[in-house]
């Protein structure tokens, strides 16, 4: 019954690795991205308890899955349930170079174009990973995977 929880940086290959894993070993797939914000213009953050309402109600209907975030809040939660975590430890440097090159992503942006003028927004905030304090931040990451005693492994690259 693999439970697999993957984090890090905005860039660090998290889809990447969840949609690899869940291939090879058919399991459900969740991004945190679909219940961590509301549908609006500026973006504000889903109240905590409906996030982890619909996190809950996921985590029910599927006996095997990986899920993949940069919300320590709501990792903090899943944490309890997973039975392997992955922690995407990239440089800043490779984050933005995968930042640059990823695929479009329909599930986040109405166009290539609108993802593209996003770009330089999400890179700034990339190199902000180490300075931050917020639940995005290395320092949260850094907790949330020193307190998990489970299994567990720090990627520092995607090969």
Not at 9 to 30: D, E, I, M, R, Y
Not at 33 to 38: H, I, N
Not at 125 to 142: A, C, G, N, P, V
């Amino acid at each position: 019954m693999p439970k697999v929880l993957i984090f890090g940086n905005s860039g660090s290959g998290k889809s990447t690795l969840a949609k690899q894993l869940a291939v090879k070993k058919n399991l459900a797939h969740f991004d945190l991205d679909q219940v961590a914000w509301l549908p609006k213009t500026p973006p504000t953050r889903m109240p905590l308890i409906d996030s982890m309402e619909k996190i809950g109600n996921f985590l029910k209907k599927n006996e095997d899955w990986v899920v993949e975030g940069c919300y320590s809040d709501l990792l903090s939660q899943i944490a309890l349930h997973c039975d392997e975590m992955i922690y995407l430890n990239l440089s800043i440097q490779q984050c933005v170079e995968n930042a640059r090159k990823r695929p479009w992503e329909p599930h986040k942006y109405g166009s290539k174009q609108a993802q593209d003028a996003n770009l330089p927004m999400l890179i700034d905030w990339i190199k902000q990973y180490e300075t931050r304090t917020d639940t995005f931040s290395k320092h949260s990451h850094l907790l949330l995977y020193r307190n998990y005693v489970g299994n567990k492994k720090m990627l520092t690259c995607n090969t």
